[in-house]
């Protein structure tokens, strides 16, 4: 079965800092890892998402996640926050190329908290 | 395209009620996935239907039921509602075949339990 730990419930920046969200995930197959953010009273949008093509992985406003086999994490980071950058953040699994397992298993969340 | 709708947004009831939840996936997905939103518990796996079939269930009482329709939409329903099922309830759709997995979310019904 797959999981992902995210480690922080609660990270604060400063305006401007490196943002770093840790994603830890157990996969018995090779998995597919994504990274969704979720704005108050809002759905899940996806940032970014690997799929085994490439393991450094870019996504929308900045964000990137480089997948590391070998410490099983996904960490999402962004050079320079911003204060529309605050929000809750996802990190899930899935099946990978394990074809009609579509259930996403989603980590706890950590809530980005930007300091202006 | 359009992306995912849900209706309705926000809804109450009263323990003991059933209620209908319904969404509509983007255009051309074959595949709804529903999952519960709580603090407590955080993003649970309700179930996935693709094609009018469920494909695959997560682990909830069978108070929790759904359909998809030949148009792809999809509903979810709960019986005999607890305070517990409060919660924000995603559906999310995806392609069926070739889509790496991505699924795209709707921005869900709030739904209060009193």
């Known amino acids: 079965a797959q999981s992902v730990t995210q480690l922080g419930s609660h990270v604060s920046v400063s305006e401007g800092a490196l943002v770093l969200l840790r994603c830890n995930y157990s996969?018995?197959?090779?998995?597919?890892l994504f990274w969704y953010v979720q704005y108050p009273n809002q759905g899940l949008q996806l940032l970014l998402k690997?799929?085994?093509?490439?393991?450094l992985v870019k996504g929308i406003n900045g964000f990137e996640a480089e997948f590391k086999k070998s410490e099983t994490s996904f960490h999402l980071t962004k050079p320079s926050a911003h204060m529309s950058d605050a929000a809750e953040y996802f990190c899930?699994?899935?099946?990978?190329?394990?074809?009609?397992?579509?259930?996403?298993?989603f980590g706890t969340g950590t809530r980005l908290t930007i300091i202006p | 395209k359009a992306g995912v709708t849900q209706t309705p947004r926000y809804l109450i009831k009263t323990r003991g009620q059933q209620v209908t939840l319904s969404c509509s996936p983007i255009?051309?997905?074959?595949?709804v996935s529903w999952y519960q939103q709580t603090p407590g518990q955080g993003l649970q796996f309700l179930f996935e239907?693709?094609?009018?079939?469920?494909?695959n269930k997560g682990n909830f009482p069978g108070r929790f039921s759904g359909r998809q329709f030949s148009n792809s939409r999809s509903e979810m329903n709960v019986s005999t509602l607890e305070l517990g099922d409060s919660a924000l309830y995603l559906c999310?759709?995806?392609?069926?075949?070739?889509?790496?997995?991505?699924?795209?979310f709707g921005p869900g019904t709030r739904l209060l339990v009193l």
């Open positions: 899930a699994v899935n099946g990978g190329s394990n074809f009609g397992n579509e259930k996403l298993t």
């Open positions: 996969s018995s197959v090779p998995p597919y």
């Open positions: 690997y799929t085994s093509a490439a393991t």
């Open positions: 255009s051309g997905h074959r595949s």
């Open positions: 239907y693709f094609s009018e079939t469920q494909r």
């Open positions: 999310a759709s995806l392609p069926g075949t070739g889509s790496l997995g991505t699924q795209y």
